[in-house]
């Protein structure tokens, strides 16, 4: 479940991103965008929250970053259920 969870927000990234190049349904891009942002912005609000969680990754601290400005609390909450 929580690597399906990982692709949809990959896919909505991917195809935000392609839609600014591409030229797809206009009205479907724009929704793409926004939907991307805003997890984007969600994101970031969740590492400033999270902050303490997301230290117990294994990997530099910066990788931890970024993969909770990908996948949000799909990173940092299993992270905060590990003792």
Known sequence: MNNALKAACLAIYVLALAGT???????????????????????????LLALRWIRRHPGPLFDSIG?????????????????
Do not use: N, Y
């Open 21 to 47: 190049f591409a030229l797809p349904a206009a009205g479907v891009t724009r929704l793409l965008q926004v939907v991307a942002v805003a997890l984007l912005a969600a994101h970031l609000l969740e590492v």
């Open 67 to 83: 993969l909770t400005l990908l996948f949000g609390f799909l990173h940092w909450l299993p992270l905060a259920r590990r003792k």
